[in-house]
């Protein structure tokens, strides 16, 4: 299945809860219900969210936002937003079936966000970490000239402070309506990652659902440790373009997270109830390390 | 000129030499005085050339340069320099023929020369993946790369790409990794970097040769980070709308100079480079030997410096 009819289909399984439950009781019961994309299970909000977003009979990881990451990953109320005040414009006034400008302001409203990446400086089990975290709900996660400078002041960031770097997407690739600035944020981003490493500063990326293109081609996959979650569709060209070229059917398994690992691609496939131990315990490993840098 | 396979938008000037041709033979055969029109008829399909070239749409634009007859990577190879010699292999255990690379000398410099590589004809477009890299390509350019650094030999990289190869053993291997990889290690480089987009910059693929200290375009060259083809399938759901992408993808030399991504335009002989290869690889050379010359004052610090000055800069966004 592309990853277009994927998504038709989801649409259309959701539309279809929303119908029937509409019919069997007047209240908004698809606000209280959520069902299960792999196993069709029909779970209360209430757990699902309880359990971090996984399905509690399949194992199944839902797509989460930045602002739930955030929730699951750092000491309550540790995490503090910088460059919230950057936002996106229109260079090229870009226009394809919309204007630009009107995407923004729909993907602002859609995912109550100003642009598709989240930065701050956050305690992970007390450890301090410099942290940028995608959220697909904004355009698709695309990068464009915003994510990209946001991403590159938080690497600055955390290079000045000689805290590990965590970044953490979800993002189709690079931003089509700012085209060429788009591209050049890959290189902006890998130049800063350039510093950190010579710095040696710690760097991790977590892969989660999905990340693809122009991320997958620059910050995404230039951690010194990449942990994949479970169940991610991670590559570089979309399904449907790989299947148009070699006018093959794909593997079910292709491009998922376990299939990376099994290809040498990440160091691990993590589930999210472990995500939090995994980067604190990477953290305390390399924390002598990084000490000593800071004192070169 | 009447060797090549002129595009559509070219035809018209093929009618009016094909036109200008028989007055000649004409006159010839029948002794009739017709040098004065045929001087004007030159004089304006001349101007009408230069009229049509100047206000290239993008896509004509694309048309140029996907040309079939326009000069590749090793063609400007054998046109600038002396002494080429080809380096293979990523050391592990492939050589991507869509990425080649070696040692060879421009005029008394020394130099290490990158590029992707297209084919003219099937059987050579077979032999180069069509110009687009495999993961291990982008590992055999790195690994050149590094050997420029540690000898101190400035590189060129010639890019003419549709993009990194969209495969199964490609994502097996790691294509966006490679990618990302090269990105980062080009911005450690000491030694300068050149990029020259040949023909078609598309995406990642080419980026990932790209991080340079001076990044020029030839004049109907195109970058972008996506496929016109690619993008209209994507955004209006139908390859048709390629002209419009291009347009709104702003992704001519012109367009790129503007917006600071470029450095710099390389001029092409009218109508293209296919028109007159010597030109266009002279005028290559000329720049490629100016911007060496000017990035080898700098000490190996300040190449990284410079590099990492030029794409920090790069963005348009709105901070309130």
Known sequence: ?????????????????????????????????????????????????????????CDYHFRIGAKTRIFQLFDEGSFQEIDCNIYPSNP??????????????????KSKLNEAVITGIGKINNWEVA???MDFAYMGGSMGSVVGEKVTRLI???????????????????RMQESCLSLMQM?????????????????ITVLTEPTFGGVTASFGTLGDIIIAEQGARIGFAGRRVIEQTIRQ???????????????????????????????????????????????? | MKILTPLEFEKSIYQIEDKIEELKNLSEETGIDLDNQIKTLVEQAQDYKEQLYSNLSPSQKLQIARHSKRPTFLDYVSMITTDWVEMHGDRAGTDDRAIMGGIAIIENQPVMLIGTQKGKTTKENLEYNFGMPQPEGYRKALRLFNHANRFNLPIITLIDTPGAYPGIKAEQTGQGIAIAVNLCEMAKLETPLITVILGEGCSGGA???????????????????????????????SADMACIAAESLKITSDDLLRLGIIDGVIKEPLGGAHYDWEMTANNLKQQILESIKELSKMSGNEIKTDKYDKFRKMGVFVER
């Open chain 1, 1 to 57: 299945m592309s990853l277009k009819d994927w998504f038709a289909k989801r649409k259309k399984k959701q539309l279809n809860v929303a119908l029937v439950e509409s019919k069997i009781s007047g209240d908004d019961l698809s606000k209280l219900w959520d069902k299960c994309y792999n196993c069709n299970t029909q779970l209360p909000k209430k757990d699902l969210e309880k359990n971090m977003f996984v399905c509690p009979k």
């Open chain 1, 92 to 109: 090229l006034e870009f226009v394809d079936t919309m204007c630009y400008k009107k995407r923004q302001d729909e993907a602002r409203t």
């Open chain 1, 131 to 133: 942290a940028a975290v």
């Open chain 1, 156 to 174: 600055e960031d955390g290079i000045k402070r000689r805290i590990p770097i965590i970044a953490i997407t979800s993002s189709g690739g690079a």
């Open chain 1, 187 to 203: 290189a902006k981003t890998s130049c800063a990652i350039a510093r950190a490493n010579e710095e040696g500063v710690l760097y």
């Open chain 1, 249 to 296: 059917k794909l593997p079910a398994d292709f491009q998922t997270a376990e299939y990376l690992l099994k290809y040498g691609q990440v160091d691990m496939v993590s589930k999210r109830k472990d995500l939090k131990e995994m980067l604190e315990r990477l953290i305390r490993i390399h924390s002598g390390a990084l000490k000593q840098g800071a004192n070169k």
């Open chain 2, 207 to 237: 980026l990932g040769l790209a991080v340079a200290n001076r990044v020029y375009m030839l004049e109907h060259a195109l970058y972008t980070v996506i496929s016109p083809e690619g993008c209209a399938s994507i955004l209006w759901r």
